[in-house]
């Protein structure tokens, strides 16, 4: 039976990638083909292996492809034969020139748009899957249409909102779809196509449409206030530590209030992942070009806190074991920016491993799945270095753990073991606030928390 409709998705990562999946599994009609100029990753996606790690997302895969659901490395076939175009290449932070530090790098992104251009001969509609600065698409429009009007391109934004670890439920429930286009006849009509496309398995109601700059700035917004109420939390978790307040009390009794709420106000050892940091600044930017520095500053000060998070942390440990960890052995349980995923981009585990090494602690890094991107992140460590997958190895022989992502596991491993195989004092130093505080006291344990009054027994 030939399909409906080709839809073509450029870039095969955390978000291409199971996006993808999730449309060719509750749309049978259409073709799904995900294309990336990484040769590996298509590999690994045509694999048992795929690459990357996401509770749910091996079974969805596995059910759609060779179905409808297509990886490949022919990029500038799978433009020729599509019919909707999501773009889902990564937009970085720049790192040279204009804007270095804060603004999106829109090299990648670019060259796609000149890439689709040199490859269709027939009208199609292009969506804007990357987070992208606002008005990115008026300049992709710009380029696309750049070709003496005989194709026509429509640019949407359709922003992704999933988390990682919770992506395939996040895709499957989406509290909200947006979709922006021009409020033209000709972008109104490709606005309604990717309504349908969406319409097989989310309410009508919560597909969201506006036009395309609210829907770009809709993206960067959101994870700017996500952003801003972990950080909120966060500078509490400092006053709560020098007053015997409990932040995990202070959050409670907030988060009943309804126009609060609960979610999203967990202290932590920091927020990572790919998209606050780099939207915020990217916020942060827009601002400033356009002369608004109160708001750049205000925004900004979200990023400042949770590097001071980060900061304090580190010191937190050196000072609580006596102002040296110098020769000491730390386990740090946990590398992901959260847990139920194996990425580590803006991890605060990075940070502080990094700031234990340049204080000469000796570093066993944990993580159920995340030790092969530590490996990368921290690749130019030469010394002073393990990785052990093994919460219990990790921890014989040390003086101190460090629990930095919140995985399961590390709520019930048999603490009494650990505290038996370390160096006495030990310590213990809960980023997350998962452990049961009181009960690895009276184990012996001198435990620091986030936002909670110091168990120590000198
Ligand atoms: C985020 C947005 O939630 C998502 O909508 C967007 O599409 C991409 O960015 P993600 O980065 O995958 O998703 O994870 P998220 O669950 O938002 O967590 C981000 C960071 O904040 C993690 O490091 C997490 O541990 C931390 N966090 C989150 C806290 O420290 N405390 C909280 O209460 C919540
Ligand atoms: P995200 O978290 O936004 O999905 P990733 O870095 O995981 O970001 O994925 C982006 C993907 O886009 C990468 O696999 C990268 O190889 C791919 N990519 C970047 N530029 C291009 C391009 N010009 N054509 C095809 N794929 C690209």
Not at 317 to 331: D, E, P, R, Y
Not at 444 to 449: I, P, Q, S, T
């Amino acid at each position: 039976m030939p399909f409906k409709k080709n839809i073509l998705c450029i870039g095969a990562g955390y978000v291409g990638g199971p996006t993808m999946a999730m449309i060719a599994a509750k749309c049978p009609q259409y073709k799904v083909l995900v294309v990336d100029i990484n040769h590996k990753r298509i590999n690994e996606w045509n694999s048992d292996n795929l690459p990357i790690y996401e509770p749910g997302l091996d079974e969805l895969v596995k059910a759609a492809r060779g179905r409808n659901l297509f990886f490949s490395n022919e990029i500038e076939k799978g433009i020729r034969d599509a019919d909707i175009i999501f773009v889902s290449v990564n937009t970085p932070t720049k790192t040279f020139g204009q804007g270095s530090g804060m603004a999106a790098d829109l090299q990648y992104w670019e060259k796609t748009a000149r890439q689709i251009l040199a490859n269709s001969d027939r009208d199609k509609i292009i969506v804007e899957k990357s987070t992208l600065p606002v008005r990115t698409a008026k300049a992709m429009e710009r380029i696309l249409n750049s070709n003496g009007g005989n194709i026509k391109f429509e640019v949407l934004s359709n922003p992704e909102f999933l988390a990682e670890g919770s992506a395939i439920k996040d895709l499957e429930n989406p509290d909200r779809v947006l979709i922006g286009s021009r409020e033209t006849e000709e972008g109104i009509r490709a606005r309604k196509e990717l309504v349908d496309i969406y319409a097989n398995w989310v309410p009508r109601e919560k597909i969201i449409e506006s036009n395309v700059w609210s829907s770009e700035l809709s993206k960067l917004t959101a994870n700017a206030f996500l952003a801003q109420r972990v950080s909120s939390i966060n500078s509490l978790s400092a006053l709560c530590e020098a007053t015997e307040a409990d932040i995990e009390e202070v959050a409670y009794a907030i988060g009943t209030d309804s126009r609060i709420g609960n979610k999203f106000l967990k202290a932590s050892v920091g927020f990572g992942g790919s998209c606050f940091k780099k939207d915020i600044l990217n916020l942060v930017y827009i601002c400033r070009t356009y002369g608004l520095n109160e708001p750049a500053d205000y925004w900004d000060s979200v990023v400042r806190i949770n590097e001071w998070q980060e900061r304090r942390f580190v010191l937190s440990m050196l000072s609580n074991m006596f102002n040296t960890v110098a020769g000491k052995k730390i386990a740090v349980l946990g590398f992901a920016f959260k847990a139920n995923t194996g990425d580590t981009r803006e991890s605060p585990a990075i940070y502080i491993t990094r700031g234990l090494i340049e204080e000469r602690a000796l570093v066993n890094v944990s993580d159920p799945k995340a030790l092969g991107n530590a490996r990368e992140d921290l690749k130019d460590i030469r010394e002073g270095l393990e990785y052990i997958e093994d919460p219990y190895k990790a921890a014989e022989g040390a003086h101190a753990i460090a629990v930095l992502t919140e995985w399961d596991i590390y709520r019930n491993l048999d603490y009494k073991k650990i505290f038996d195989s370390m160096v006495k004092p030990a310590f213990v130093f809960d980023g997350r606030n998962i452990l049961n505080h009181r009960k690895l006291f009276e184990m012996g344990f001198n435990v620091f928390a986030i936002g909670k009054t110091p168990l120590k027994h000198f």
